[in-house]
T-cell receptor, first 116, second 113 residues
Framework: KAGVTQTPRYLIKTRGQQVTLSCSPI?????VSWYQQTPGQGLQFLFE???????NKGNFPGRFSGRQFSNSRSEMNVSTLELGDSALYLC???????????????FGPGTRLTVL | QQQVKQSPQSLIVQKGGISIINCAYE??????FPWYQQFPGKGPALLIA?????SEKKEGRFTISFNKSAKQFSLHIMDSQPGDSATYFC????????????FGTGTRLTIIP
């Protein structure tokens, strides 16, 4: 079974631009979570989607948004990029049964975003 | 507010030794405690996880010890090998539909020959 895939793997943007990152979960996984990883803050939870609905949200500004499609693929968007948005953005998927989690989150390799 | 505190930040252990990484949490609602291993250029991969109904879980050379009253848990890597050199993250979460994990800040482990 293929793992979680994320595209693109690397992105370079300038301040003020917007960016869209994509995540394809493991087949059969309906929950997709996004995390931001930086050297100073570690891994921080952005949001989680299940069945096309945002179910949980972390403490990030409204510039960070996401969505999930009917095939469970998810996109994350960051508008008006700031230098501090430079980070590794990780997507994780997990299997859920009747809406309940089996806990294990499987991470993709991440998208490295650099904001100049 | 950081809810999961991890120490040490970095650790150097000789090959064959025991590596110990500690974590402490604050939120008593947490009921799931996984450890993730991350190699450079890769996403974190689940290593081992524990629930608070047991005090210890062992998988191969990796053991989690859990102290519910102290709200602490630790990862022990026995017979540490150079291939274990990676960054380790502890995390905490709640079950039943809540996919959010709160991570520690990570420990960079280096195993020297």
């Amino acid at each position: 079974k293929a793992g979680v895939t994320q595209t693109p793997r690397y992105l370079i943007k300038t301040r003020g631009q917007q960016v869209t990152l994509s995540c394809s979960p493991i087949s059969g996984h309906r929950s997709v979570s996004w995390y931001q990883q930086t050297p100073g803050q570690g891994l921080q939870f952005l949001f989680e989607y299940f069945s096309e609905t945002q179910r949980n949200k972390g403490n990030f500004p409204g510039r960070f948004s996401g969505r999930q499609f009917s095939n469970s693929r998810s996109e994350m968007n960051v508008s008006t990029l700031e230098l501090g948005d430079s980070a590794l953005y990780l997507c994780a998927s997990s299997f859920t049964l009747a809406g309940f989690s089996t806990d294990t989150q499987y991470f993709g390799p991440g998208t490295r975003l650099t904001v100049l | 507010q950081q809810q999961v505190k991890q120490s040490p930040q970095s650790l150097i252990v000789q090959k064959g030794g025991i590596s110990i990484i500690n974590c402490a949490y604050e939120n008593t609602a947490f009921d799931y405690f996984p450890w993730y291993q991350q190699f450079p250029g890769k996403g974190p991969a689940l290593l081992i996880a524990i629930r608070p109904d047991v005090s210890e879980k062992k998988e191969g050379r990796f053991t989690i010890s859990f102290n519910k009253s102290a709200k602490q848990f630790s990862l022990h890597i026995m017979d540490s090998q150079p291939g274990d050199s990676a960054t380790y993250f502890c995390a905490a979460g709640t079950n039943f539909g809540n996919e959010k994990l709160t991570f520690g800040t990570g420990t960079r482990l280096t195993i020297i020959p």
